[in-house]
């Protein structure tokens, strides 16, 4: 983890965050979703927790997959995938280098949610 390298990141998770959350309070279920998400990445690995955080049948109380859309989004604005999990698979970026590349986001995108109001 570099700070460069997150920083970098930051100004595109608030836009995207801003076009996300347009009203500036984002549901505080997020808020644990983003957390927990890079903690999975290092315990289970990248492609088991993109298949978990994007299992459309989970019982969840908000849509965990809007946090790997969120990511893409800032990871390849010009993405022509549907998931971050089939972005994953069909690159053919180094892997390693791939998955750095998207924890950097996803602490961007934790430390931007802060400057949002948590809803309810």
Same mark, same amino acid.
């Given at each position: 983890?570099s700070k460069?390298?997150?920083?970098?990141?930051?100004?595109d998770a608030?836009k995207v965050?801003?076009?996300?959350?347009?009203s500036?309070?984002?549901?505080s279920?997020y808020?644990?979703?983003?957390?927990?998400?890079?903690?999975?990445?290092?315990?289970?690995? &990248? #492609?088991p %927790?993109l298949?978990?955080?994007e299992?459309?049948?989970a019982?969840t @109380? $908000?849509?965990?997959? &809007? #946090?790997? %859309?969120?990511?893409?989004?800032?990871?390849?604005?010009?993405?022509? @995938? $549907?998931?971050?999990?089939?972005?994953v698979?069909?690159?053919k970026?180094?892997?390693?280098?791939l998955?750095? @590349?998207?924890?950097?986001?996803?602490?961007?995108?934790?430390l931007?949610?802060?400057?949002f109001?948590?809803?309810?």
């Open positions: 983890m460069k390298r997150i920083q970098k990141y930051i100004p608030m965050l801003n076009d996300t959350f347009q500036g309070v984002f549901p279920s808020n644990g979703y983003i957390s927990s998400f890079g903690a999975s990445v290092m315990q289970s690995g &990248l #492609l %927790t298949a978990i955080f299992n459309q049948d019982k @109380k $908000e849509k965990k997959e &809007l #946090l790997t %859309t969120i990511i893409l989004s800032i990871l390849d604005a010009n993405h022509s @995938k $549907e998931t971050l999990l089939e972005y698979l069909t690159s970026e180094d892997k390693r280098y998955k750095q @590349k998207i924890m950097d986001i996803s602490i961007a995108v934790k931007s949610l802060r400057t109001k948590k809803g309810d």
